[in-house]
């Protein structure tokens, strides 16, 4: 190694490419990242291991690293006493998986960085989140804790290593459910009647602070929703209310588009100021829904706004979707996206910036620290227009044309740390939330970008030969073993872009990534899908996630896109093995339904008849338009949509589901066939008579005819 600018010496960090590892590889502390020569060394030297999780846009780790990680006295216990080792969690989420439950198990709570102490055998004994460097806040200080940890080490090491192992095994029993019987309808109502509870009418959203935007549960409400529209119309109301205060609210970025991590507080008003692609493409993917459930176009409006900061700020030049954007910016949380009256009279003439003041809520006391403001949605366009003698239009445009000057303004502050990586899994999130708004909102021009970015995965990150994905891709690299997620997330992107499109390939690639995933992941023994990929002995527990998050558990989409392919291509022995998952997850989640909404998105497809629609045209032709138009304009959670051409693309379609084979337009009109369990109605050739065979009723009734 050379000496660096500082004229400190990088440590083995230096070598890595995780944008996370990188920001520590000045550090003196000596840092290995997760392998073999690390625990090489615990081993050798009878070491315990300091295990350190954390990612790059995480405002406490940048904390801990600022006040223990630079501290010289800190980083010679660390390096005296232990084997430090370093973990990018979004690198490694099997590695931070196993630890974080372990934590958990131990009492210590959870979080980040997530620091755990373990045996040279990778057992954890002890650990917790943010350390001070000396004790305060009823926290122990990295100073005194570190020799006493090494104390207990020393003279009670049989005990601690039996601990260790003990916590292993909890955590191996965590996976196993119970043998009850599996009622997934009742484990689907259940679940409604947690939401029921926790809703916060008056500010949208679940429980009290801090609130994230749990997409899940909004994912899962819609499905209760669309069971029956007429009669169950709150479901849509706790979506609607909390769309409508996140968009008003200081978590919603006016300027830029997209959304923060999470809300500090019960009014979506103080944001923590991360942004994560994960969220964007959740976000924008709901939007699109309750776009099409409701018609009301500031849904749609919002969702484009996420679109537009992803395309803008979260994209590599190669096509790829890049992973967050930090809170912090010249070591201030929140600095980028804050503002003060001067600020914007610097930025806009008189009256455009009395007018974004009032918008936005910015005043000289502010909202937030220092007389600085959050910018929310303080009045409606149609106040903006009454206050400044206005028209609604000619207000609305003197508004985007300050939000626009604005945010140029704001493009010349020192913008926020960008994580650069490419995560597999968080890009088939985003191409599903790209194809999904394509024909939410009829704009091809999105699904075009979706499909540069599953292209990118295919070409960088997908390996024929091992018939996997890697993790990550970053600069010029693939690396990291793919995990449940990363095949599961990109599969649905896949098959959200063929519906998008009508491009064979990728339901061709979305089969082919499905076969592999159900080869890697599947746990034969017990059901379901272990989240980590096999053959590797530094994860002494392959688990099954049972939450959904701000991420979704692999499981979740893996069963999902499992019973839709399996549906689709009539696949029996796929639709088996996701029954055979959803009954696993029923018997574990028992009254804890609540914490997988996006499994039970699952048990709702499973639960709803077998029907897609084919729609036979040119898919150029305005015919053809007009019926795919008329069936992407509704909320149809649980069908599918496929255009064939009695070309090419149609013969590749029915090499996967020969029952496409025959289906053909009718009389030189492009026709629509509504098949349940692959028995197609007679055709119609008019948007009208589409509509009518898919409203509820008509779905519920026996086919009168059918194509033999």
């Known amino acids: 190694m050379t000496d660096a600018p500082h004229g400190r010496t990088p440590n083995r960090l230096a070598r890595e490419k995780s944008p996370y590892l990188l920001q520590h590889a000045l550090n003196p502390v000596d840092w290995y990242p997760w392998g073999e020569e690390a625990f090489a060394k615990a081993r050798a030297e009878g070491k315990p291991i300091f295990l350190s999780i954390g990612y790059s846009t995480c405002h406490w780790c940048h904390v801990m690293e600022r006040e223990s990680f630079e501290n010289a006295e800190v980083a010679a216990l660390l390096n005296d006493l232990f084997v430090p080792v370093k973990v990018d969690r979004e690198e490694r989420p099997d590695v931070d998986r196993l630890y974080m439950a372990s934590a958990q198990a131990m009492g210590v709570g959870g979080g980040w960085p997530l620091n755990v102490f373990l045996t040279p055998a990778l057992e954890p004994f002890f650990g917790g989140t943010y350390f001070p460097p000396e004790s305060r806040w009823g926290r122990?200080?990295?100073?005194?804790?570190?020799?006493?940890?090494?104390?207990?080490?020393?003279?009670?090491?049989?005990?601690?290593?039996?601990?260790?192992?003990r916590v292993l095994e909890a955590i191996a029993a965590l996976d196993r459910a119970d043998a009850a019987h599996a009622d997934r309808e009742r484990v689907f109502e259940r679940a409604y009647a947690y939401f029921e509870r926790a809703h916060d009418a008056a500010h949208g959203g679940f429980g009290g602070a801090p609130k994230f935007p749990s997409v899940v549960n909004l994912d899962y409400l819609m499905r209760v929703w669309a069971r029956d529209p007429a009669r169950r119309r709150e479901p849509l109301a706790m979506v609607v209310t909390q769309l409508e205060a996140m968009r008003a609210g200081g978590i919603h970025d006016h300027l830029g588009g997209g959304f923060h991590r999470y809300a500090t507080d019960r009014e979506w008003l103080v944001p923590h100021f991360e942004k994560m692609l994960y969220d964007q493409a959740q976000l924008a993917w709901v939007l699109a829904d309750v776009f099409l459930a409701t018609g009301d176009p500031a849904h749609r409006d919002t969702a484009r706004g996420v679109l537009d900061y992803v395309a803008r700020d979260l994209s590599s030049p190669e096509g790829g979707f890049l992973s967050a954007e930090d809170a912090d910016s010249e070591g201030v949380e929140g600095k980028f996206y804050l503002w003060t009256p001067a600020q914007v009279a610097d930025a806009l003439p008189e009256l455009d910036a009395k007018l974004a003041c009032f918008r936005w809520g910015i005043t000289p006391q502010g909202n937030f620290e220092h007389g600085q403001t959050i910018l929310t949605e303080a009045r409606t366009v149609e106040a903006c227009a009454a206050e400044f003698g206005l028209a609604p239009e000619a207000a609305r445009g003197a508004i985007e044309a300050a939000r626009a000057a604005l945010l140029e303004a704001r493009a010349r502050r020192p913008r926020p740390h960008r994580d650069d990586?490419?995560?597999?899994?968080?890009?088939?999130?985003?191409?599903?939330?790209?194809?999904?708004?394509?024909?939410?909102?009829?704009?091809?021009?999105?699904?075009?970008?979706?499909?540069?970015?599953?292209?990118?995965?295919?070409?960088?990150?997908?390996?024929?030969?091992?018939?996997?994905?890697?993790?990550?891709?970053?600069?010029?690299?693939?690396?990291?073993?793919?995990?449940?997620?990363?095949?599961?997330?990109?599969?649905?992107?896949?098959?959200?872009?063929?519906?998008a499109t009508a491009d064979p390939a990728w339901l061709e690639r979305a089969a082919e990534v499905v076969e592999a995933m159900v080869?890697?992941?599947?746990?034969?023994?017990?059901?379901?899908?272990?989240?980590?990929?096999?053959?590797?002995?530094?994860?002494?527990?392959?688990?099954?996630?049972?939450?959904?998050?701000?991420?979704?558990?692999?499981?979740?989409?893996?069963?999902?896109?499992?019973?839709?392919?399996?549906r689709l291509l009539d696949r029996p022995p796929w639709r088996a093995r996701a029954a055979r998952a959803m009954d696993y997850y029923a018997r574990r989640l028992g009254d804890g339904a609540a914490a997988m909404p996006r499994m039970l998105v699952a048990f709702d497809l499973a639960a709803a008849p077998v029907r897609h629609v084919v729609i036979a045209g040119d898919p150029e032709a305005a015919d053809t338009r007009a019926l795919v138009r008329a069936f992407d304009a509704r909320f149809r959670p649980n069908d599918l949509r496929l255009v064939v051409d009695g070309g090419e693309r149609q013969r590749r379609l029915a090499a996967l589901a020969p029952w496409l084979a025959t289906l053909a337009p009718v009389g030189g009109r492009a026709a629509a066939y509504v098949c349940v369990d692959h028995a197609c109605r007679l055709p119609v050739t008019e948007p009208a008579e589409l509509e009518a065979l898919l409203a509820p009723a008509a779905a519920a009734a026996d086919p009168a005819s059918e194509i033999p």
Not at 436 to 461: P, T, V, Y
Request: net charge negative; charged share 25%; proline share 4%.
């Open 421 to 499: 990586k490419v995560l597999t899994a968080w890009n088939g999130l985003m191409i599903a939330a790209f194809a999904r708004c394509a024909r939410a909102f009829d704009d091809a021009a999105l699904a075009a970008r979706g499909a540069r970015a599953a292209d990118f995965l295919w070409q960088r990150l997908w390996d024929p030969a091992a018939r996997a994905f890697a993790r990550r891709w970053r600069e010029g690299e693939a690396a990291g073993a793919g995990q449940l997620d990363d095949h599961a997330y990109a599969a649905f992107g896949f098959l959200e872009l063929h519906q």
């Open 519 to 566: 080869a890697r992941f599947w746990d034969d023994a017990d059901g379901a899908f272990f989240e980590s990929p096999p053959d590797d002995p530094s994860v002494r527990v392959r688990m099954k996630d049972g939450f959904d998050g701000a991420e979704i558990a692999g499981n979740s989409i893996a069963v999902w896109v499992l019973e839709a392919l399996g």
């Open 140 to 165: 122990p200080g990295m100073k005194e804790l570190l020799p006493r940890v090494a104390e207990a080490w020393a003279t009670r090491r049989d005990e601690v290593a039996a601990g260790g192992a």
